[in-house]
Every structure is written in structure tokens, then in C-alpha cells.
């Protein structure tokens, strides 16, 4: 293949980064982009090319080489039924769904299909995240504490949760992705929210939700999440080992040990460029470093949705047994 034909399901910020990075590329052509509001999908177009299209089947007409799944959480489903239909490689944006019954059809219907396809977990491009796994390679881990505290995203959808699906599944997901590939998998989770919204009129989640995990290992930890706070605070793990404590967020890595404290500096927008680029290098049959195939991706959507659930409920809720469905960091 030469030039990749790219078409886009969505214009809102998401779609937008995605389209910026791949306008980048030498090798793609952003042929569309579809969007229920045609003014975001035209602006899109207008900025990065490529036509508008009244719906997704218009769009799939053009025989596009890959179709980017950027939509809100709610308008999951039809849309990568249809891509899985037109037998067209597929990059979903994260979370999956908001809920797990849609994720576990669409994993289903990519696997009989054999699809292409990969979700935006970018963080598993981070260099430090490779580092942290050959750290913790020899070292058993004992302890993690995981956390998401931060302000309500500007879009209306978000305080909702028959929306949005919570914000452990739209907003924490980064980090649920992150235990699964340096811990191991979770098998049992008990969780409480709040059960009150933040302060935005018809906001119906829990301000703050708060998790304890086991995990397959015989590792514990927590899960924090919050969603009151003007500014973005803090979004990351710490995971203590035999000797060894490591603080991970998308901008570096702090390495605790022995001989001291070490930091190294991550490239979050570097990530974010690798993760389309590794996509497109698969679409084009040149590259094999998809690391969240829609099959992976189903496993931290189950964790999500399982300490959305408990939160709910108030009951430990027990994950199906770890198969780690293939977890890779890099190459």
C-alpha cells in the first residue's frame, strides 16, 4: 500500500488531535470525517482536509483503508458494526463503550471478522512504561495505588453517567490500562462512591469514587478518583516492590531505590504521535506494533466497568480469570 486513506467518525477534540497527527504523516490522506454536528466535522475538514459526510455508511462508501472511531462514550456500537461490516481496519478512541455488554459484542464480532484494529491506550508508548516493566521484571510487586483527581471535562455528556459511563470509565481508564500491564491482572474489586455529583447542573456520577483491588498475583491496591477540582492534579500510579518504589504519570517516571531518587522525563505528546503511527504502519503492512488491540482493550474495559459496578452496588465484584489476552508493552 502507499498512501493510507484515513476517514474519521467524530470532530470533537479527540478526533481533532488524531487529525492533526495523522495531516502529519507523509503517507496518509484524510479523505473525511463525519459527525452528528456538522459544523465541528466541517471545521475539521476545513483545517485538516478531506470531505464531510452526511453519515457513517457515505463515508465507508469511499472504501477507506482505516476508519478512526472518535465518539463519545454513549455512541459506541453502531458505528463499529458498521466499520466491522465494510471489513475496514479500526482505531477506536477510549473507553470502548460505557458499558461492558457493547464492548464484549463488538470484541466478538472483531475476532470473527479478523479485524485490524487498535485503541487509543497511548500511554503504552511511553518509554517510561517499558522502563518501570524491565524494573519490575525480577521484583515482585506488592503494592499499587492508582488515582485520577481532576475537574469535570468541558462537554455536557461527561457528569452524566448513562453518558459517559462514570468517571472510572471515561477519565481513570489511562490508569486501570497502566496496573493491568505492570501489575498483573485484578480479580476481585470492592468500591464506593460518594454518591454525590459534583456541582453541574443535571450531573448524576459520584464526585469521587474510591477502590481496593486483588490481584492474581497476590499483590493489593487502590484505585482513587475525584472530579471536583479546577485543574488537573494528579493522573498516575505508584507501585512499591521488593526494593523498589516507582511513581509513574504520563510526563516521567521517579525511580525510588537504594541508591537514591532518579527521574526521567516522558514525551506525552510523543506517545500520542506513536500510537497513530503504529496504526497506520499495521493498516499499511509495514509495522506490527499495535500493543492495545480491541481484544486487550476489552480486558480494561472490564476492569472499569467492574469497580463501576461495585461502586454502584456497594458489593465486591469478582473479574473472570486472568488469560492477560495477549498484554505487550513494546516489541
Not at 123 to 137: D, G, I, M, N, P
Request: hydrophobic share 45%; glycine share 10%; proline share 5%.
Amino acid at each position: 500500500m502507499g498512501t493510507c486513506r484515513v476517514g474519521l467518525v467524530g470532530a470533537g477534540g479527540v478526533a481533532q488531535r488524531h487529525a492533526e497527527v495523522l495531516s502529519g504523516f507523509e503517507d496518509v490522506e484524510l479523505v473525511g470525517v463525519t459527525d452528528v454536528a456538522h459544523d465541528a466535522a466541517a471545521d475539521l475538514a476545513g483545517r485538516y482536509g478531506g470531505q464531510v459526510f452526511p453519515d457513517v455508511g457515505e463515508l465507508l462508501a469511499t472504501a477507506p483503508d482505516a476508519v478512526y472511531v472518535c465518539v463519545p462514550p454513549f455512541a459506541h456500537g453502531p458505528v463499529e458494526e458498521a466499520v466491522i461490516d465494510a471489513g475496514v481496519p479500526m482505531f477506536v478512541e477510549k473507553p470502548v463503550a460505557i458499558d461492558l455488554d457493547t464492548a464484549e459484542r463488538i470484541a466478538e464480532r472483531v475476532a470473527r471478522r479478523g479485524l485490524l484494529t487498535a485503541v487509543g491506550h497511548h500511554w503504552r508508548y511511553l518509554y517510561v512504561v517499558e522502563q518501570a516493566r524491565e524494573l519490575l521484571a525480577d521484583r515482585p510487586v506488592r503494592l499499587v495505588s492508582g488515582s485520577w483527581l481532576d475537574k469535570v471535562p468541558p462537554v455536557a455528556w461527561w457528569t452524566r453517567r448513562d453518558r459517559s459511563g462514570g468517571p472510572v470509565v471515561e477519565q481513570a481508564a489511562h490508569v486501570l490500562d497502566l496496573i493491568r500491564v505492570l501489575v498483573g491482572e485484578i480479580t476481585e474489586v470492592t468500591a464506593y462512591g460518594d454518591g454525590t455529583p459534583p456541582p453541574v447542573d443535571g450531573a448524576d456520577i459520584d464526585s469521587v469514587t474510591v477502590a481496593a483491588a486483588r490481584f492474581a498475583n497476590g499483590a493489593v491496591g487502590t484505585l482513587t478518583a475525584a472530579c471536583v477540582l479546577g485543574w488537573k492534579h494528579r493522573a498516575g500510579l505508584e507501585i512499591v516492590a521488593d526494593g523498589l518504589a516507582l511513581t509513574l504519570a504520563e510526563d516521567g517516571l521517579v525511580v525510588c531505590d537504594a541508591d537514591g531518587q532518579h527521574r526521567y522525563d516522558a514525551d506525552p505528546d510523543g506517545a500520542r504521535v506513536a500510537v497513530d503511527r503504529a496504526f497506520v504502519d499495521a493498516v499499511r503492512g509495514v509495522g506490527d506494533d499495535v500493543r492495545v488491540p480491541y481484544a486487550e482493550a476489552l480486558g480494561t474495559q472490564r476492569l472499569a466497568c467492574a469497580v463501576a459496578e461495585s461502586a454502584r452496588t456497594g458489593r465486591a465484584v469478582a473479574l473472570p480469570a486472568p488469560s492477560r489476552m495477549g498484554v505487550t508493552v513494546g516489541a
